[in-house]
T-cell receptor, first 114, second 115 residues
Framework: NAGVTQTPKFRVLKTGQSMTLLCAQD?????MYWYRQDPGMGLRLIHY???????AKGEVPDGYNVSRLKKQNFLLGLESAAPSQTSVYFC?????????????FGEGSRLTVL | KQEVTQIPAALSVPEGENLVLNCSFT??????LQWFRQDPGKGLTSLLL?????REQTSGRLNASLDKSSGRSTLYIAASQPGDSATYLC??????????????FGRGTQLTVWP
């Protein structure tokens, strides 16, 4: 049972380059989220989606874009990477939303921007 | 803004000890609180979810309590084992206004259980 799968797991970018992180879940969950985890900062919500075709901004959305064209996939894009975006990115999903449901996380994507 | 604090930041104990991890939050208007476990280089695994109307939840050797009015939660681990070594994070879900449903995470307690 795959659960939440993130690709790629590791990536090194140069400042100004673009890239897309892919999150896929096979649990038919409605809600999906992108977080970043930084030392000493905890996890912070970047963007989230409450269903196919919807997206919304989280706590730290600047510099990122997202799309949810298919229910099972949630893409996080960086149009022009900056060193401040060096972080570990986690995707999560839930069936009932944060007000009621358990969150399932992927194993993370470690991004370094030089 | 909701702030979540976890104390201690790190804890090292011998196998077999019962231990308590603490989580405090500044805004008592929460919808629920979750405890997660994170192993090095891995994602988070949900351990326990406590709704704001509940006082505690139990799963095996884990027991989490919630005192919403005082803004505190504790995670109790009985008879600790080396396999319990990980970082434990708590997160609260806001229940008001534009932050409805958003999770706020603490920075975690790094637990090491040695044989």
């Amino acid at each position: 049972n795959a659960g939440v799968t993130q690709t790629p797991k590791f990536r090194v970018l140069k400042t100004g380059q673009s890239m897309t992180l892919l999150c896929a879940q096979d649990m038919n969950h409605e809600y999906m989220y992108w977080y970043r985890q930084d030392p000493g900062m905890g996890l912070r919500l970047i963007h989230y989606s409450v269903g196919e075709g919807t997206t919304a901004k989280g706590e730290v959305p600047d510099g990122y874009n997202v799309s949810r064209l298919k229910k099972q996939n949630f893409l996080l894009g960086l149009e022009s990477a900056a060193p401040s975006q060096t972080s570990v990115y986690f995707c999560a999903s839930s069936q009932k939303g944060l007000l009621a449901g358990e969150l399932f996380f992927g194993e993370g994507s470690r991004l370094t921007v030089l | 803004k909701q702030e979540v604090t976890q104390i201690p930041a790190a804890l090292s104990v011998p196998e077999g000890e019962n231990l308590v991890l603490n989580c405090s939050f500044t805004d008592s208007a929460i919808y629920n609180l979750q405890w997660f476990r994170q192993d090095p280089g891995k994602g988070l695994t949900s351990l326990l979810l406590i709704q704001s109307s509940q006082r505690e939840q139990t799963s095996g050797r884990l027991n989490a309590s919630l005192d919403k009015s005082s803004g505190r939660s504790t995670l109790y681990i009985a008879a600790s084992q080396p396999g319990d070594s990980a970082t434990y994070l708590c997160a609260v879900s806001a229940d008001r206004g534009s932050t409805l449903g958003r999770l706020y995470f603490g920075r975690g307690t790094q637990l090491t259980v040695w044989p």
